[in-house]
């Protein structure tokens, strides 16, 4: 048995595995690490992301994307050398009056926010596209739900 548990740690990679911390304290540690407009931009959105659905559950996921849930996923905080990006993995699902969506527009399903150092967020329309986007998962997890029961 403690041969497997080896095993797996290593495969699901060692800083993950070992430190067995919650994603909270993964992404505050991404974000000190950071340690620039990037961390403090990340940082910023996680707050917003919080601020417009309350009770949305963080996690961890892909080696080291944060990733915010309701019901399914609401969007990622990814972080690059010029751009931290919110991809909303049901974008293209969503409606964007204020244009917030600056990226991977070209696909049939996510959408992405490009935010770049000194950009500033349209806070109001973004908590909008969050809670469109935490509903939208919920109304497809009922509707799946419905769906199963008539069966």
């Known amino acids: 048995m ?18 067995g911390d919650s994603p909270s304290r993964h992404i505050d540690a991404r974000i ?19 601020q ?14 944060p990733v915010w849930e309701h019901d399914g996923i609401i969007c990622t905080g990814e972080t690059y050398k ?3 990006k919110m991809t909303f993995a049901k974008g293209a699902a969503l409606d ?3 244009g917030l969506f600056n990226s991977s527009l070209e ?14 967020i349209n806070e109001k329309a973004l908590k909008a ?15 799946r739900s419905r769906k199963k029961k008539s069966a």
């Open 129 to 143: 596209l969050i809670r469109a986007a935490a509903e939208l998962n919920t109304s497809a997890r009922a509707a």
């Open 96 to 98: 964007d009056p204020s």
């Open 107 to 120: 696909g049939n399903v996510r959408r992405a926010i490009d935010i770049r150092e000194g950009d500033k």
């Open 2 to 19: 403690k041969k497997a548990t080896a095993t797996m740690k290593s495969k699901s990679g060692s800083k993950e595995a070992k430190a």
């Open 32 to 50: 000190k690490e950071l340690g620039d407009w990037r961390g403090e931009t990340l940082a910023r959105v996680r707050s917003i992301i919080k």
């Open 52 to 65: 417009a659905v309350p009770e949305v559950v963080e996690e961890w996921k892909w080696r080291g994307v």
């Open 82 to 84: 010029a751009v931290v």
